[in-house]
């Protein structure tokens, strides 16, 4: 630098300027501050602090597989957006133990990678529900909450409920300890909300204190305090006896240390937060999850429906109404199952390929049932597959994937119930409607009713005639100059021009038998048919 330079500056850091007075109190007031945040409170520091990115999400219902994979997809979405809290409210009566532990150990394993958890009770957590609002580090409900009622139960083949003996009640009591642990909840009430068998003692010391021990922690609790006697009712107490569970209010809870405050709403607790409503990130369930959701509830019904529709598009010489519905229904199977991660490659390969089969045997290489059979078979067990949750092993030493298992076949028989019922019901009703002459496109046919058919039968019965459509088994033949609906004899597979003969007249259609290939029958000419016209 130029000594000119030099010189220069020097003149303007002697120079008392408004510049240097106003630098001056800048520095004055940053070491005023500095002392005032170091002296502050943790908690008060806590508060002030920026809450950072603010998500929240709901859990609703039931406690079950569905619920377990929303929250784990929640806490995919707070990994990857960043978000430094999460508010989880929560509504549920509770559900499968199961599920409650994974939705468990997912939040407990969010708040290992640094995130608040805060969960926000606003009418109930019962239950699962409760272990779960648990492993959040704050539980914040409204005075008018309530929580607790951590029983767990079985269901007998009977249907009558039981209570699960210890060997299942060990396993929460176990999950209740950790959450009592990490987030420093009063252990005592904690497992009393499950150790139904055991005792809630009330403990108060001489200077106000007031503890709650659980039965199994109580002769240690004693030792660590000698000053207690435990044959002084205004020492110790049981507060609440055996047989029977802990559940607070939202008040209960919060003077009791259950709870980390009361506040009335959402938009409450944003304020203990500090961030407005409109800053926090929507993670409730969506549209398309909700409508998944719904469906897989219905998943038997719809694969029922849609291998139903499938036959009688393959039965009948239709206009693709039925094709169009076998593909509607089968699609919200599919899908349904896909975003719930039930149903993988290999079952949907089983299901197509079984289906495939059956196709082929009503049209295209009938081989006396054997390729239906085979297809009926490698479809139902695909079916079963895609209805056992993917987080089962195929372990059939493991009683969870027995009852998994039971449960997906209990639920593809229903499936097949509602294909056998649907074809028992379109067999007897559906000659008899109008849709039935509009879906058979029947041209030309004198008298179309039932009724007619019947009457005509003797008349009928052993005539000749040609296969006008392929029947598999239904379709159209020609007999002299009447084109009639019939069906091919026990389902067989009759190809188009193929000589026939009645052998019955049924629910508005005549039943035929392939006859040898002897020429075409007397009358019977192999031309192309008249022009149709719709007789409905």
Do not use: C
Request: cysteine-free; glycine content about 8%.
């Amino acid at each position: 630098m130029p000594r000119s330079e030099r010189v220069s500056a020097v003149q303007l850091n002697d120079r008392p300027t408004g510049l240097r007075i106003a630098r001056l109190l800048s520095l004055l007031i940053g070491v005023v501050l500095s002392f005032a945040a170091a002296s502050q409170p943790d908690d008060e520091k806590a508060s002030a602090a920026a809450p950072g990115r603010v998500a929240q999400a709901t859990i609703s219902g039931p406690i079950d597989r569905v619920q377990s994979l929303y929250v784990a997809r929640v806490v995919d979405d707070v990994r990857a957006r960043n978000v430094s809290t999460l508010v989880m409210r929560i509504d549920t009566d509770g559900g499968q133990v199961l599920y409650a532990r994974d939705i468990f150990k997912q939040i407990l394993d969010l708040e290992a990678d640094g995130v608040e958890t805060i969960a926000f009770v606003d009418y109930r957590a019962i239950s699962a529900g409760a272990l779960i609002a648990y492993a959040h580090r704050q539980l914040l409900l409204t005075e008018t909450a309530s929580i607790g009622d951590i029983g767990v139960i079985l269901r007998t083949p009977e249907g009558k409920i039981e209570y699960a003996p210890e060997k299942f009640e060990t396993v929460v009591r176990t999950l209740l300890s950790q959450a009592a642990e990490q987030h420093g909840w009063n252990r005592g009430p904690l497992l009393k909300m499950t150790a139904r068998q055991q005792a809630l003692y009330r403990v108060s010391h001489e200077d106000g204190r007031v503890d709650y021990v659980i039965e199994d922690d109580l002769p240690g609790y004693l030792a660590a305090n000698p000053d207690i006697d435990r044959d002084d009712p205004q020492q110790l107490i049981i507060w609440r006896g055996k047989d029977r569970l802990l559940t607070l209010t939202g008040l209960e809870a919060t003077s009791m240390g259950m709870a980390t405050a009361n506040v009335a709403d959402l938009n409450a607790v944003y304020a203990r937060l500090g961030v407005e409503s409109a800053a926090v990130i929507d993670l409730n369930p969506t549209a398309p999850e909700r409508v998944a959701w719904a469906l897989s509830r219905f998943a038997p019904v719809l694969a029922g429906l849609a291998m139903l529709f499938l036959i009688f598009e393959l039965s009948t010489p239709g206009i693709g109404v039925w094709a169009g519905l076998a593909a509607l229904f089968g699609a919200a199977f599919v899908l349904s199952q896909y975003s719930l991660d039930m149903l993988q490659n290999m079952e949907l390969v089983m299901l197509l390929l079984g289906v495939g089969l059956i196709v082929a045997e009503m049209m295209l290489a009938p081989t006396g049932g054997l390729l239906a059979i085979a297809g009926g078979l490698l479809a139902f067990a695909g079916l079963v597959l895609a209805l056992v949750p993917n987080e089962f092993d195929f372990d059939l030493t493991d009683p969870l994937f027995l009852e998994a298992l039971e449960n997906a076949a209990l639920s593809s028989a229903m499936a097949v119930g509602i294909v056998a019922v649907g074809i028992l019901v379109a067999i007897h009703y559906l000659p008899r409607t109008a849709l039935h002459h509009r879906l058979a496109v029947e041209s030309e046919v004198k008298g179309s009713s039932a009724g007619r058919l019947e009457a005509d039968a003797d008349r009928l019965i052993g005539q000749r005639g040609v296969a006008v459509d392929v029947l598999r088994p239904s379709g159209r033949v020609r007999i002299g100059d009447e084109y009639l609906s019939a069906r091919a004899e026990h389902g067989a597979y009759v190809a188009r021009n193929t000589a026939v003969r009645v052998v019955e007249v049924s629910l508005g259609e005549v039943v035929v038998r392939a006859e040898p290939d002897d020429g075409p029958p007397a009358g019977v000419s192999t031309a192309a048919a008249p022009t149709e016209r719709n007789d409905a």
